[in-house]
């Protein structure tokens, strides 16, 4: 007997997963809030999106070393202690950690899927999608730079006159 399967163009969600504990002073990240906000399905597993959110959290924690030193010497024992706006009764530090983590995630990700194995063939569509992803890809560090700026109360951009 022959039974009918129905193909989806997207695989069915994960199961949760745990969040991914971080140094006790820069948050936890939530692996499902990643995977709701951007759409992440089980062709990205939780044990490499896990990775991913691993290496995106040294990344970045090592990218605020210096600033969280001073954080932390003016005697601010988390990243949710200093003093910031707060959105939805949340610190917007959070949120731009958060952000910072998230866009590292989804550059090295793009990528990594950028392999021409997966690109459409015929009429020129490969080189416009790849285009398409590396513009993606630049505007994932961009959002990595701007979120860290930021975190920190600095400029996003820095302009000199030569």
């Known amino acids: 007997m022959l039974v009918a399967q129905h193909h989806t163009a997207n695989p069915p969600d994960i199961p949760d997963a745990a969040p991914v504990a971080n ?13 709701r906000e951007w759409r992440f399905d089980s062709t990205v597993s939780d044990e490499r999106l896990r990775r991913e959110v691993l290496d995106a959290m040294v990344e970045i924690n090592e990218r605020l070393s210096d600033w969280q030193g001073a954080q932390r010497a003016l005697g601010f024992a988390s990243l949710a202690e200093v003093p910031a706006t707060r959105v939805d009764g949340e610190p917007a530090k959070l949120r731009h950690y958060r952000r910072a983590v998230a866009a590292t995630v989804l550059a090295k990700v793009a990528a990594e899927y950028r392999d021409v194995s997966t690109m459409p063939d015929g009429a020129g569509k490969e080189a416009r999608v790849k285009a398409a992803l590396m513009v993606r890809i630049d505007d994932f560090w961009r959002d990595v730079r701007w979120a860290l700026a930021d975190l920190q109360e600095r400029r996003r951009t820095i302009v000199e006159l030569i």
């Open 23 to 35: 140094d006790g002073w820069f948050p936890a990240i939530d692996l499902e809030q990643i995977k």
